[in-house]
């Protein structure tokens, strides 16, 4: 994915597309046929085997990913930390020094 988007986001993606396909072959009257990137039509099977051949990632940079994206979960859930202890509504307000009105 290109980005950083999430999961459900490319779902909702990939199903918009998946409808007006399946739309446009009940307006026709046809059943929906796999195929291939060409055209061709194709099996299950042989379309399972596309995918894995084509669009598999690399373990390695499978691992960086979530490892990048754990530390970055790790950083943001640190700092929602801190500034709830420091901003909460029973913390007791700050020492000032008294203006001149507040003395006299």
Same mark, same amino acid.
């Not at 399946?22 to 379309?47: F, K």
């Not at 995918?51 to 390695?60: G, L, S």
């Given at each position: ?29 046809? &059943?929906?046929?796999? @195929? ?9 099977? !042989?379309? +399972?085997?596309?995918? $894995? *051949? ?14 990048? &994206?754990?530390?970055? @979960? ?9 500034? !709830?202890? +420091?901003?909460?509504? $029973? *913390? ?13």
């Amino acid at each position: 994915m290109v980005g950083d988007r999430h999961h459900e986001s490319a779902i909702c993606h990939l199903a918009t597309h998946l409808v007006t396909r399946i739309a446009a072959c009940m307006r026709a009257g046809q &059943r929906y046929a796999l @195929r291939d990137v060409d055209g061709t039509p194709i099996t299950e099977a !042989e379309g +399972r085997a596309i995918v $894995t *051949a084509r669009y598999k990632i690399d373990p390695r940079r499978r691992k960086n990913v979530r490892y990048k &994206r754990m530390r970055e @979960r790790r950083k943001q859930a640190a700092g929602q930390e801190s500034q !709830e202890s +420091r901003w909460s509504p $029973t *913390a007791q307000p700050a020492m000032t020094k008294p203006t001149s009105r507040q003395v006299a």
